[in-house]
């Protein structure tokens, strides 16, 4: 039986060294576009991915664009999907034509809301007076989410950005979005974006050409779940966004 694993990057297979400090024996999995390394697998995510290029079709779910991605030093063997599931890059690199075209047309209805959402985030981030960096993540000339993050580090600038998000929504002073907070990040992403959506696709695609298969889904964030629900089995990471909070309905 064909066996795919649909696994997040960040946090997942590699850390970046803003978050962890990298240590003897890390590797440099991905780069920042002057070359510089930004991310590092530690010696047990070395042997993990491995072991999963070896065992089964390794298949990244990222949030990242086609220009983040390609800094990624892993070579996947099949299809990616980035841009939380907005665009699914074939072997080649190329777009899947069909699915392109089909998220061009559903962001071309949230055009308005995703500039609304900027502009709400620069004026509470002016009356906080924080440096969140707030921009619109285009990708193959669509616009897919809106993500703030502090130029120096601020977290607790990027969680009270969070808390007005959510009440603005809760109030009607937003539109219904989903809300990614992690971190040093904050993703504003419109509904019909889901990483889920582009994992069942890929997952039709191969039981249309091998019959059954055998999913796992890999993630760290809260907002992994839903891709990894429609998988036969979930991983965590250890010490992850998802894993904190099991530990938390747990005690």
Not at 2 to 26: C, E, N
Not at 58 to 86: C, E, M, W
Not at 180 to 199: E, F, G, S, T, Y
Request: aromatic content about 8%; some cysteine; charged content about 20%.
């Amino acid at each position: 039986m064909k066996k795919l694993l649909f696994a997040d990057l960040d946090d997942t297979l590699f850390q970046s060294h803003r978050k962890v400090t990298p240590g003897a024996g890390w590797e440099p999995l991905a780069y920042l576009r002057d070359g510089q390394p930004i991310s590092y697998a530690s010696p047990q995510q070395q042997v993990l991915l491995s072991f999963l290029l070896q065992e089964m079709t390794l298949i990244p779910v990222t949030a990242r664009n086609h220009d983040a991605f390609s800094r990624v030093r892993i070579p996947f063997p099949a299809q990616a999907i980035i841009n939380y599931g907005g665009v699914i890059l074939e072997a080649n690199g190329t777009p899947e034509a069909e699915w392109l075209e089909a998220s061009r047309v559903s962001a071309q209805g949230c055009a308005d809301n995703m500039r609304t959402c900027i502009d709400a985030l620069e004026r509470e981030n002016a009356a906080l007076g924080g440096d969140a960096q707030i921009r619109l993540i285009s990708d193959f000339n669509i616009p897919f989410y809106v993500v703030a993050k502090s130029t120096s580090g601020d977290i607790a600038l990027i969680a009270s950005l969070y808390r007005y998000c959510r009440e603005a929504m809760a109030s009607g002073g937003l539109p219904d979005l989903t809300l990614h907070n992690n971190h040093n990040n904050l993703a504003l992403i419109p509904r019909w974006l889901d990483k889920q959506n582009a994992v069942s696709h890929l997952r039709k695609r191969y039981e249309a050409t091998y019959g059954q298969v055998l999913t796992f889904g890999m993630g760290d964030s809260l907002v992994d779940l839903n891709f990894m629900r429609a998988c036969d089995y979930q991983i965590i990471p250890a010490g992850s966004q998802i894993a904190v909070g099991l530990e938390g309905s747990l005690a």
